[in-house]
């Protein structure tokens, strides 16, 4: 064991020399897992992005009490104490219609003037239910706004919850898609590496077979090779890295920018999709060279 | 050194490579096995240093039964055999240097150590002046003086060679054979197979003669 660790210097060069003589076959199979890890790499930053909205948007998620227009102020504080009394419910906060209009005032911005000559009281009251962050689920939401809706002074509620939902069911589809891309793509690395070392192993059948008859153990005889595999896979991630950092900062974010406005963020994977590639890129190639050093050797013995 | 007892080895196509086998080299002898072509002499070497393993009967290396070797225990019994080959199997790739060198760190030795070692067995063939040289641009006698120095490079007690002398004319040939001896002469048993009486009478030591299989004569 110690002597293999004490070779490692030793296998990399000579996996390296194998790449330099393959005539550029390495760096097909590079080449393509580059491309395959592009498109993981990607799957995965959508999936990464969608998931962190949906967080967000579960932080801002509140459920809103329209209150009837001649609703009593008994009825109001009795709507209030049931609300703030439900355990899921973190704040209550009461909106007049003054404030309604002032906040759609500032959502409107610049086109706040389309408001003029409406009558400043126009919106109606409302109760703000803000929820425990543990609590804002399906169950709970549902249950608190069925008591609600019998109440009197109650015009009618709104939840965010509905969208909030598909969006949740998209996310689960992009999980499979994702998942199930990246099973093939995956596969596909192997293959194509796998591939790759066999025709390095053909090429240097006369290596091997001298190997063998000095005495070396079977632990020396693979590392090189299957250390070519890892070479190639993680290189395949590290290109792939800077190809979608690259296109991400380069070309996606500016035109995302000019589209969606200045205040549009979106994460690149940062350091760990990079560790994640790199990592998924020299799994595969281990793989692939593993698979196609053990059954060739098993067949020179 | 090596104990053969009551070896059979059957060809796959069927019929017999060996059979019957029995042989006793001791340790520091240099013996040449010799017979016809097809008289069995590359299946008796390769079960030597264990290419291929008997149907039945012993073969004892040094003491150590392998026939009963597992197979992950193979190349710890070859580090101990040199092989020598008609065709020398030097990487054309690889200068005179690294072909040996690469056998030393193919089996874990220090790159310090290794290059040691290769100095100083090239020294010991005559090839230190072209250690630096391709196969290609060596003639016959020194790739196999390389190959030679290859097997030797681990010190091992036995060399075995298989018709080394085949491509060589025959100066070449007696000088590979000097080589032997002097090898020999350093307490490692030599085996050589080879067809050629001449060679044979050069170097005159025990002959065992093979045919068909069979020990015909100097088993022992």
Redesign the interface.
Known sequence: MI??L??FP?FLREALKGMR?SAGVPFIAVGITTISLIFLGALWIVRLNVSDLIVTWRERFQLTIFLAEGASPEQREALRRVVSGAQAVQRVEEVSPERAVEEFRGWLGPDADLLEGFDGNFLPASIRVILKPDRRDLAHVESLMAQVRLMPGVERTRNDLAWLRRLEGAIRLVDVAAWTLSGLLGLGVVFIIGNTIRLTLFARK??I??????????I??KTPYVAEGVLCGALGGALSVLALWGLFYGVFLPLAGRYAGEEFAMSAGGWSLALGLLGTGAALGFLGSAFSVRHFLRGT? | MIRLTEVWKRYEEGGFALQEVGLHIPRGEFVFITGPSGAGKTTLLSLLYGAESADRGQIFIAGRNITRLRRRDLPHLRRGIGVVFQDFKLLPRRTVFDNIAFCQRSIGVPAREARRRVYGVLKLVGLAAKRDMFPRLLSGGEQQRAAIARALVNRPPLLIADEPTGNLDEKMAREVMDLFCAINRMATTVVVATHDRSLIEYVGRRAVRLEHGQIVNGAS
């Open positions: 002597r293999w004490l070779s030793y003589e006369d290596d077979e001298i190997m063998h008859l000095v005495g070396a153990t079977d020396f005889l013995r």
